[in-house]
């Protein structure tokens, strides 16, 4: 059921590393909503913390936007640009007497502390009526009573009397608090519903006192469950591939990401599995997002992947295969016919683009290790090779369909099976033990070099030392 009213959302990252998958998701949540309520989403960078945040994160945000294939309809906001605002709302704050400041460090205040006592700030100086000074940052003076938050997702979460400390909004040099930050422009942009990840449901108590303190409407808040990996371990950076950046290199591409990602949490009440952006934007509702946390299963992303390469058409597929499969290609010559003739036959066989170069290098470059090669081979194979040639040099004509017939032949021939002959023939000419089909391989490459490869394999086992006879006993 999608909402009635325009849902005016927001997707506030900070710059401070790579675009993460469990960002990815939350950005597409925010846009979805946004579009099945023909409202509109603000991109907004929380670049408050200039120690940890970098440009070159910024332009990655933009990047892994773009290329998930989403966009904004507002911004981007730049809360680095937005400090002295910030900072007025905090000092008005302490005029109206719901803040003020406060001189106490961590070691005056554990000194004070009794032993056992909860952690967090004492509320000591609530009526020493302290000024502005140095070293001394600015507290909001928390209301009694409990703190409710209906959350979208979590239905009502309470946080009772005494569960929040009166906390920090500007610190002793100014800078204003991540919390103070959002709830102003979530105020100044009319954001309408604020859908985040899980990590932030600990702050919202704050942010729904400090929307209380500065009036205005409370947005609706929805915290989306957290990503875990196999180990049922919250995803991270330091244990997991994370990166959104990562997985484009390694040939992922958006549209099945997008896919996994929207199933990440959410339930779309039946067994479907394959959804468009566009069907995305009908089908998703918050309604169906639980709050258990979402295995990223990377084996699920891999499948997702696989099916949407082998839906594309041929040409759609030559497109974006390209720039993984042009790094192998450069110099060599009749690159590009070989490769439209390649393609097709490993459309359905890679699950990600970067397989390409492995399964079909040997295409366009071929200079492998020899003397590893034939330490492959097995004891008869020569033989076997030598036959393969023979019939090669007057198979005609040099097509796939052909060359299966000639070798199944010679195969009868030799008293053997077309899979045991066809074996050293994979190794010679592809120097991989799996690969696209071997004959449309051979057809591609033609006799002379097909051939070429036979005699190169069997020149070098030839030229090996025998291996030494084992001693006796
Ligand atoms: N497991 C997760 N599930 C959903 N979102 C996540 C997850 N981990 C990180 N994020 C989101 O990704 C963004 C980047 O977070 P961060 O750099 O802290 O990731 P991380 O280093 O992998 O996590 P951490 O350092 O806490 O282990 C944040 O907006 C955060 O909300
Ligand atoms: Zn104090």
Not at 11 to 22: C, D, E, L
Not at 316 to 322: K, L, P, Y
Request: charged share 25%; hydrophobic share 40%.
């Amino acid at each position: 059921m999608s909402p009635s009213h325009p849902e005016r959302v927001r997707f506030a990252p900070s710059p401070t590393g790579f675009f993460h998958v469990g960002s990815a998701r939350t950005i597409l949540y925010n846009w979805l909503l946004a579009r099945q309520s023909n409202g509109a989403m603000l991109l907004r960078i929380d670049d408050t913390d200039t120690e940890r945040n970098r440009e070159e994160w910024v332009d990655g945000i933009y990047r892994a936007i773009r290329w998930l294939g989403l966009d904004w309809d507002e911004g981007p906001v730049r809360q680095s640009t937005r400090i002295d605002h910030y900072q007025a709302i905090a000092f008005d704050l302490f005029e109206r007497g719901l803040a003020y400041w406060c001189d106490c460090t961590r070691e005056t205040l554990d000194a004070r502390k009794p032993p056992g006592t909860p952690p967090g700030y004492d509320g000591f100086c609530r009526d020493r009526k302290l000024s502005q000074g140095p070293g001394r940052a600015l507290r909001f003076r928390v209301r009694e009573g409990e703190i409710v938050v209906n959350d979208l997702i979590r239905s009502q979460v309470i946080f009772p009397a005494g569960a929040v400390e009166d906390f920090v909004i500007l610190k002793s040099s100014l800078a204003p608090l991540y919390v103070l930050a959002n709830v102003i422009d979530d105020i100044d942009f009319s954001i309408t519903t604020v859908l985040r990840a899980e990590e932030h449901l600990p702050t919202t108590p704050k942010a729904v006192l400090l929307h209380e303190a500065l009036g205005g409407p409370l947005p609706r808040f929805g915290h989306l469950p957290v990503l875990v990996n196999e180990q049922r371990r919250k995803l991270s950076k330091r244990r997991d591939r994370v990166a959104v950046e990562d997985y484009r290199q390694l040939g992922y591409l958006p549209e099945p990401m997008i896919n996994y990602l929207a199933l990440l949490g959410w339930n779309p009440g039946d067994d479907r599995e394959f959804f468009t952006l566009d069907e995305l934007i009908h089908a998703f509702s918050l309604e169906r997002v639980g709050h258990s946390p979402a295995y990223f299963d990377e084996q699920r992303l891999l499948h997702f992947n696989k099916t949407y390469i082998a839906s594309l058409s041929a040409q759609e597929f030559a497109r974006i295969a390209r720039p993984f499969v042009d790094p192998m290609m450069t110099g060599s010559t009749d690159g590009d016919e070989r490769l439209a003739q390649i393609l097709p036959e490993v459309q359905t066989r890679i699950g990600t683009l970067s397989e390409l170069p492995a399964m079909i290098g040997f295409l366009f470059h071929f200079s492998p290790d020899y003397d590893e090669l034939a330490d492959r081979l097995r004891a008869g194979d020569d033989h076997y090779l030598k036959a393969v040639a023979d019939v090669l040099a007057v198979t005609d004509p040099f097509d796939s369909p052909t060359i299966e017939t000639s070798l199944r032949t010679a195969a009868e021939e030799l008293g053997t099976s077309l899979r045991k002959l066809q074996a050293p023939v994979r190794i010679a000419i592809t120097g991989a033990p799996i690969g696209p089909p071997l004959f449309h391989s051979m057809a591609i490459l033609g006799r002379d070099e097909c051939l070429r490869r036979i005699q190169a394999l069997l020149e070098a086992l030839h030229q090996r030392t025998p291996a030494p006879e084992p001693p006796l006993p």
